[in-house]
Each structure stands twice: as structure tokens, then as C-alpha cells.
């Protein structure tokens, strides 16, 4: 499974978890089938409405976003940089101010996440951070009848580097040209890219007689990225 993904489904169910908060409904806005789909619609707009019923009580709830990453170090070859996590913390006051309501507002909520999460260590990604905007109200939720916190969290990610294959050579004895390398090779002669994608791309068999001043040649491989192209003029 991919971080992005990895992340959220492990917030989500770590918040599900916590026995502090066995009254709030928690939701991740991702569904991981079809089927899944319009059951977690259905759940998100109850959450927005403070309808979701959780520990017999309700009113309360916190959405757990789409992870981003950013501040990606351009120069690495793996990726790295701050995978970020946004948690909504909604609360319907009419609701949650009634029999069936929790022992929350947004707000000791909202602070509450933001104490104990920072805490916690998801393997492979580390420990999670406390973001600058930490705990960031959204004052336009109250135009839609409830108050709503963003608690912004985020983890160093290093993806590991993807195994690349070695660039290959290209040389010509008389007028005969010989590629070398490890994996599958393809050439062009027209400048265009060397790989199974383009049409214009030929695999390479064995040596063959120059028809062109320029030749590009790359190596690919499955679970490989392709190698670097590279390229001469005769």
C-alpha cells in the first residue's frame, strides 16, 4: 500500500482505538471499494449534520483528510519530504449540547488530538509532528450551523530509491553498431526517446548497420526505472 494511503488508514484506526474518545465518530474520507463508497458518503454527510452515533452518543466527530507531501528535497533521488495530515474536528452544537450528546466541544477535542497524536510512532514513517498552524478554527462552518477545527499533523517520509538500470553503451566498429548492456535495450535514430513506449523505439537484437547520424539508447527492465539515455553522433 502506498504512504499516502498507509497514513490515513493508520490515523483513522488508531483514533478508533483511543478509548479517550469512544464517543466521537471517525471517519477517513477515503473509500477503499466500491462497495464501501456510498456507505462512507452516507456516514460523512451524518458527520457533517453531528448525526453519526458512535458510544450511543453523538454531535461530535473528527474527519480524517487526504495526506499531501511537501518541502520535497528536489535533489534526492528518493523521495523525501513532510507528509502531512489533516484531521477536521466538527461539532454540531445543537447536538451535542442535547441528552444524546458527548462530553466534547471542538475545541477540548481539537486540543486533545493535538496533545496525544505527536505522541504516536507509525511505522515505517516515524513519529508524528505537531505543524506549525497546529490547530487552525474554520470560521466559515459556523454559516452551516457548526464549528469545525482543522488539527494539521505531519512525518518526515523517505521513500526508498527505486533500483534503476545501468546505462548501456553504444559503439560502432566500421559501419556496424553495437549496443551493450545488462537488460532489455532500445534505440532510436530520429532523437526521439528509446523505451517500449514510443513507436519510433526499436529493440535491440543484435548488431545492425548505421542508417543515421544519431543514435539514443536506454535499458529497461520490469521493477527497474529505466536507465539513463544516452546518446552519440557519428
Request: a neutral charge; one cysteine or more; hydrophobic letters at 45%.
Amino acid at each position: 500500500m502506498d504512504p499516502l494511503s498507509r497514513l490515513q488508514l493508520d490515523v483513522e484506526q488508531c483514533l478508533l482505538s483511543l478509548p479517550q474518545i469512544s464517543t466521537v465518530a471517525i471517519t477517513a474520507v477515503r473509500p477503499r471499494s466500491a462497495g464501501a463508497a456510498a456507505q462512507i458518503q452516507t456516514k460523512i454527510n451524518n458527520t457533517l449534520a453531528g448525526l453519526e452515533v458512535r458510544g450511543g452518543k453523538k454531535g461530535m466527530a473528527v474527519i480524517v483528510g487526504m495526506p499531501t507531501i511537501g518541502k520535497v528535497n528536489p535533489n534526492l533521488y528518493a523521495l523525501k519530504g513532510t507528509l502531512m495530515l489533516d484531521l477536521s474536528v466538527i461539532e454540531n452544537i445543537l447536538v451535542n449540547e442535547s441528552a444524546d450528546g458527548t462530553d466534547f466541544t471542538a475545541e477540548s477535542l481539537a486540543y486533545l488530538l493535538a496533545q496525544m497524536l505527536p505522541q504516536l510512532n507509525f511505522a515505517p514513517f516515524g513519529q508524528l509532528l505537531a505543524d506549525e498552524q497546529l490547530i487552525t478554527p474554520k470560521p466559515e462552518a459556523v454559516m452551516e450551523k457548526r464549528i469545525e477545527y482543522r488539527v494539521r499533523l505531519s512525518v518526515l517520509s523517505h521513500a526508498r530509491a527505486y533500483d534503476k538500470c545501468a546505462a548501456p553503451r553504444i559503439s560502432r566498429s566500421g559501419s556496424t553498431i553495437t549496443l551493450t548492456g545488462a537488460d532489455n535495450l532500445w534505440y532510436t535514430s530520429d532523437e526521439s526517446f528509446p523505451g517500449p513506449g514510443n513507436a519510433a523505439a526499436v529493440l535491440y537484437t543484435g548488431p545492425f548497420e548505421q542508417t543515421a547520424s544519431n543514435y539514443r539508447a536506454a535499458a529497461h527492465a520490469a521493477e527497474k526505472m529505466c536507465s539513463d539515455v544516452v546518446a552519440v553522433a557519428f
